[in-house]
């Protein structure tokens, strides 16, 4: 028998999230939509049989595809933000046939920044989680009526492997032209390196060469430890939580269960598989909070086990 919540919860697995927002002690995180993109479920996870989707219906929407939102995580202490990734941009493309990409589109960060009281020019620095086009669109378009970059601001940061080894992601569509718009404002980043009061860069690779997730601990407090890119992530703070913003490295909550299953465009699927599995076994412990920035209406949630397989638990505006 179906019941309501489950309803809502499926409900939930099929549209892309709207503003969402979380406290981190005197840390404040939000969601910024900007858009969202089709995939194809066996065309994006080709590991996965029509079997596994009879399974995991839940994740699918009425027009066969897995629904990933598209945007960033606005981080603010105070007065101080800092923004990581910025969506698609202002654009959108159609489904081609054959691809595990369906329809796909953006524009809405700026407006959705807008609705939280902050402008562009106020954010301090953009950090990327990885150089693909949904990640890095904002970042290499000008302002809008204006010949100026969006963030006027910002320096770009973004992890040595990744920016070293940038000319491989041209075979995933980020463009040399665009490469070239990001280049005078980026900054290297290392593994380990606190960018941000409180936040700090983990490295994951294996969805592309650089691969990073950031690591922001309640507070802006920070202690030693080592999470699975084997550096200082960043525990737990004073009051004991924490959020990983793991980027790529999950693309949908079906893969918690599943880490195994890699994406089509994972650089090195086999290296990914190892660090999401070590990922979702960190994701478990106390106090920890995932942000997955394509998981649907399901950014924020927790990882516990359910019958012997980790399950993403949602974690509402409150915290809870």
């Not at 996965?48 to 995991?56: F, G, V, Y």
């Not at 737990?236 to 693309?251: N, P, V």
């Not at 927790?302 to 915290?319: C, I, L, N, T």
Request: proline share 7%; hydrophobic share 35%.
């Amino acid at each position: 028998m179906t019941t309501p919540q489950h309803r809502t919860a499926t409900a939930r697995l099929r549209r892309p999230s709207g503003i969402r927002s979380l406290r981190l002690g005197e840390t404040k995180v939000t969601y910024v939509p900007d858009g969202a993109v089709q995939l194809t479920p066996r065309g994006w996870l080709p590991a996965t049989t029509d079997e596994d989707w009879a399974a995991h219906s839940d994740y699918v929407d009425d027009t066969g595809h897995l629904v990933a939102g598209i945007g960033g995580l606005l981080v603010e202490q105070g007065d101080r933000a800092l923004l990581i990734d910025t969506g698609f941009g202002p654009r959108s493309f159609p489904a081609e046939p054959g691809s595990a990409v369906g329809v796909i589109q953006g524009g809405a960060l700026l407006d959705n920044l807008a609705a939280l009281g902050r402008g562009p020019e106020e954010i301090e620095a953009v950090a990327f989680t990885h150089l693909h086009t949904d990640h890095i669109g904002w970042a290499v378009h000008v302002a809008p009526g204006s010949d100026r970059p969006v963030f006027t601001r910002a320096d770009y940061l973004v992890v040595e492997p990744e920016w070293s080894q940038r000319r491989l992601l041209e075979a995933d569509g980020t463009s040399k032209e665009a490469l070239a718009v990001l280049a005078p404002k980026v900054r290297t980043v290392a593994d380990g390196q606190e960018i941000f009061p409180g936040v700090r860069v983990q490295l994951v690779p294996g969805h592309t060469p650089g691969h990073a997730a950031y690591v922001i601990t309640s507070s802006g407090q920070s202690s030693g430890g080592q999470g699975s890119g084997g550096q200082d992530s960043g525990r737990q703070g004073s009051d004991g939580q924490r959020l990983i913003a793991f980027g790529d490295a999950l693309h949908s909550p079906v893969q918690i269960g599943h880490p195994e299953w890699s994406a089509a465009p994972d650089h090195d699927p086999g290296e990914a598989a190892d660090f999401r599995r070590r990922l979702v076994d960190e994701l478990q412990e106390p106090g920890t909070i995932g942000f997955g920035i394509h998981f649907a209406d399901v950014v924020f949630g927790r990882v516990q086990a359910q019958e012997g397989r980790a399950v993403w638990h949602p974690v509402d505006d409150d915290g809870a």
